[in-house]
């Protein structure tokens, strides 16, 4: 199962994003540029040096870039989650549904809205 309030809970307490990655032969930096500072040089998070291993093996540009990518949309998946949890508490909870109208009609337009809205955000 995943723990949505430790992942959150880390991603609050890291570095904020975004996050990028410049690489260079053995060495992968990790940085992220301040909201606040524009003009401020990207900020160091992490340098990942690699000695000793093959090219196919180290990945280095790769893991950095997956590293990266999974900070920076962490924060969006979680609450993406959150809002699917809802959603689908609201269709299984008949005492959360709408009920001016309550006929079978009324309740699958209900679901059928929340549905499409669901994967409207998850298809972004």
């Known amino acids: 199962m995943i723990d949505r309030?430790?992942?959150?809970?880390?991603?609050?307490?890291?570095?904020p994003g975004p996050?990028?990655?410049?690489y260079h032969i053995g060495q992968v930096d990790l940085k992220y540029q301040p909201e606040c500072c524009e003009e401020i040089e990207?900020?160091?998070?992490?340098?990942?040096?690699y000695s000793g291993l093959c090219r196919s093996i180290r990945r280095e540009e790769e893991n950095a870039?997956?590293?990266a990518a999974a900070r920076n949309a962490l924060p969006e998946l979680l609450d993406?989650?959150?809002?699917?949890?809802l959603?689908?508490?609201k269709i299984a909870d008949p005492?959360?549904?709408?009920?001016?109208e309550p006929d079978a009609y009324?309740?699958?337009?209900?679901v059928m809205n929340i549905a499409n809205d669901m994967l409207e955000k998850i298809k972004g």
């Open 95 to 100: 005492r959360k549904r709408d009920h001016s």
């Open 106 to 110: 009324t309740t699958l337009g209900c």
């Open 42 to 49: 990207c900020r160091m998070i992490a340098q990942l040096i």
């Open 5 to 15: 309030k430790k992942l959150r809970e880390l991603c609050e307490n890291a570095t």
């Open 65 to 67: 870039e997956f590293i």
């Open 87 to 89: 959603a689908l508490e």
């Open 80 to 85: 993406l989650l959150d809002e699917c949890e």
């Open 19 to 22: 996050w990028t990655h410049e």
